[in-house]
T-cell receptor, first 118, second 113 residues
Framework: AQSVTQLGSHVSVSEGALVLLRCNYS??????LFWYVQYPNQGLQLLLK??????LVKGINGFEAEFKKSETSFHLTKPSAHMSDAAEYFC????????????????FGQGTILTVHP | DAGVIQSPRHEVTEMGQEVTLRCKPI?????LFWYRQTMMRGLELLIY????????DSGMPEDRFSAKMPNASFSTLKIQPSEPRDSAVYFC???????????FGPGTRLTVL
């Protein structure tokens, strides 16, 4: 079974400041990890994903995340926040590899709303 | 490609009425997922299909909910009878064979009065 915990339902930063959104996961098998972003009145959009290989993954809009197995974490960062980054962010996990009834099934965290102040 | 298409975008109905939500997946995607999003419960997976076959419906809340995928181009989520607690945004998402990225539709905002 998989689970995801996002620490902090709301994060507020100033424009130009570092963005750090925290995600910890639990998985009985090696996980695939994802960050999605949701803008108001829209569906979710993939920011980045970790499947295998390099543990530091880069995504769209300057975001990146690092898979740390020892800490069971997959925190999302961006060096400099922009007003357009204001949105809700979701971390998600699914079992790695292929096959089985859980294949492709994502478990989402509760989301973190990011507010960016001028 | 137009992406995942959902209709209607907004639905307002009265308690007890039947509601049908529709989804057209991205061409070539063989996985289709139905989610419900509420403030209280967050994003919940209701059911998903692979090659038009339901794989996991453990998230379907009650027998009032049913989903079908009669072909690779169309899926429906039906609520009968609807209740006020069904008010939520319902998303359809699809993915290709690797299942590594799900593409979400814009959602249907359902309000049951």
């Amino acid at each position: 079974a998989q689970s995801v915990t996002q620490l902090g339902s709301h994060v507020s930063v100033s424009e130009g400041a570092l963005v750090l959104l925290r995600c910890n996961y639990s998985s009985s098998v090696p996980p695939y990890l994802f960050w999605y972003v949701q803008y108001p009145n829209q569906g979710l959009q993939l920011l980045l994903k970790y499947t295998t290989g390099a543990t530091l993954v880069k995504g769209i809009n300057g975001f990146e995340a690092e898979f740390k197995k020892s800490e069971t974490s997959f925190h999302l960062t961006k060096p400099s926040a922009h007003m357009s980054d204001a949105a809700e962010y979701f971390c998600a996990v699914r079992p790695g590899g292929a096959g089985g009834t859980s294949y492709g099934k994502l478990t989402f965290g509760q989301g973190t709303i990011l507010t960016v102040h001028p | 490609d137009a992406g995942v298409i959902q209709s209607p975008r907004h639905e307002v109905t009265e308690m007890g009425q039947e509601v049908t939500l529709r989804c057209k997946p991205i061409s070539g995607h063989d996985y289709l997922f139905w989610y419900r999003q509420t403030m209280m419960r967050g994003l919940e997976l209701l059911i998903y299909f692979n090659n038009n076959v339901p794989i996991d419906d453990s998230g379907m809340p009650e027998d009032r909910f049913s989903a079908k995928m009669p072909n690779a181009s169309f899926s429906t989520l039906k609520i009968q009878p609807s209740e006020p607690r069904d008010s939520a945004v319902y998303f359809c998402a699809t993915s290709g064979p690797t299942g590594n990225e799900q593409f979400f539709g814009p959602g249907t905002r359902l309000t049951v009065l």
